[in-house]
């Protein structure tokens, strides 16, 4: 019996080192991409869709978009969704009248969370990653470490996004820090469990969940930044759901534009320079390019003598102090 024990032992160590080993291989992971786009973006999706493809490791890019069929011939290879299949323009258009909400901008920004959190309910995988269509990752990321989905978290704090979650759900408990990193991975059953509570509340008015997070924005913040989908489901999931996430320090870098005007002025030397210190950049399109400083955040010469974050913090000073290697 001994014998027998012993020769079997080896078979079933090695049985059980393999299943722990595939159940925490992060690369097995399946996970759709999620990014909500219009027409007048696709030009910057087919370029981002390159480092998207390098950095991540998602199964499938999931487009969502109106007028779906101006997207067949761009040469982007991945799922489209016409965003009324998820969200339906029509009710969404009646909601922004009742709030006033007659900005564009505010309009496609709100409609954007709503796409991506409705999106829950016909995913087909346990999670999916969404991304903002401005960022792009300049380095690998994973999403997963041994087998636990990560909260990328940062250090900012918009008032207003609390004060709408405190009225959709009460209970939940707030972090002190931030979830907003311009991405996310979402638990899909998570997500589908978060929009169901929304709805339940009936002391808010309206049926969708949608309806009810228009409905609960204060008057003054309607018009401006009233909610967020990363800092609700962030709160939802650490209140109901605490140690199934695990949490990292996310850097990333804003206001490109400013500094680089588009992405087709970066070359590999600047994408190289700038993940020493970030993860990420983004390109958002209500940024204004400041011409004057491409030359100085593009010189070898200040990117061998600063670092990214020291260049960004300080680059007045700095431009000031190393003027003459421009000139010169």
């Known amino acids: 019996m001994t014998i027998i024990f012993a020769l079997t032992l080896p078979y079933f160590y090695i049985e059980y080192i393999t299943k722990k080993k595939n159940e925490n291989n992060d690369d097995n992971i399946k996970y759709d991409i999620i990014i909500p786009v219009n027409i007048n973006d696709v030009n910057k999706l087919i370029k981002q869709t390159d480092y998207l493809k390098k950095c991540l490791n998602f199964d499938r890019m999931v487009i969502i978009a109106p007028n779906t069929s101006?997207?067949?011939?761009?040469?982007?290879?991945?799922?489209?969704?016409?965003?009324?299949?998820?969200?339906?323009?029509?009710?969404?258009?009646?909601?922004?009248?009742?709030?006033r909400i007659n900005k564009t901008d505010r309009i496609g920004w709100y409609e954007q969370q709503f796409l991506k959190m409705s999106y829950s309910r016909i995913c087909k995988n346990d999670y999916y990653l969404l991304w903002d269509a401005d960022t792009i990752p300049i380095k690998k990321v994973n999403m997963f470490i041994n087998g636990y989905p990560i909260f990328d978290i940062k250090s900012e704090h918009h008032q207003p996004y609390f004060n709408t979650i405190k009225l959709l759900l009460p209970n939940l408990r707030f972090s002190k820090f931030s979830y907003?990193?311009?991405?996310?991975?979402?638990?899909?059953?998570?997500?589908?469990?978060?929009?169901?509570?929304?709805?339940?509340?009936?002391?808010?008015?309206?049926?969708?969940?949608?309806?009810?997070?228009?409905?609960?924005?204060?008057?003054?913040?309607?018009?401006?930044?009233?909610?967020?989908?990363?800092?609700?489901?962030?709160?939802?999931?650490?209140?109901?759901?605490?140690?199934?996430?695990?949490h990292r320090e996310w850097s990333s870098k804003r206001e490109m534009v400013k500094f680089f005007g588009k992405i087709d002025n970066l070359c590999q030397n600047d994408f190289d320079w700038l993940s020493k210190d970030f993860n990420s950049i983004s390109f958002e399109k209500w940024d204004r390019f400041e011409n004057n400083y491409l030359n100085y955040v593009k010189s070898p010469r200040i990117q061998k003598l600063c670092r990214p974050k020291r260049f960004f913090k300080y680059y007045k000073r700095i431009i000031k102090k190393y003027k003459y290697i421009i000139k010169s």
């Not at 011939?73 to 709030?99: G, H």
């Not at 979402?186 to 309806?211: A, C, P, V």
């Not at 204060?218 to 695990?246: A, L, R």
């Open 180 to 246: 907003i990193s311009e991405h996310m991975i979402i638990k899909t059953e998570f997500m589908k469990n978060l929009l169901e509570q929304i709805e339940k509340n009936t002391i808010i008015k309206g049926t969708n969940f949608w309806d009810k997070i228009l409905m609960s924005i204060d008057k003054k913040d309607i018009i401006q930044s009233g909610f967020s989908e990363f800092e609700t489901y962030g709160s939802f999931v650490d209140t109901y759901y605490p140690n199934y996430y695990k």
């Open 70 to 99: 101006n997207f067949l011939t761009q040469n982007i290879t991945s799922i489209i969704i016409d965003e009324d299949y998820l969200v339906p323009k029509e009710n969404l258009i009646k909601l922004f009248n009742i709030r």
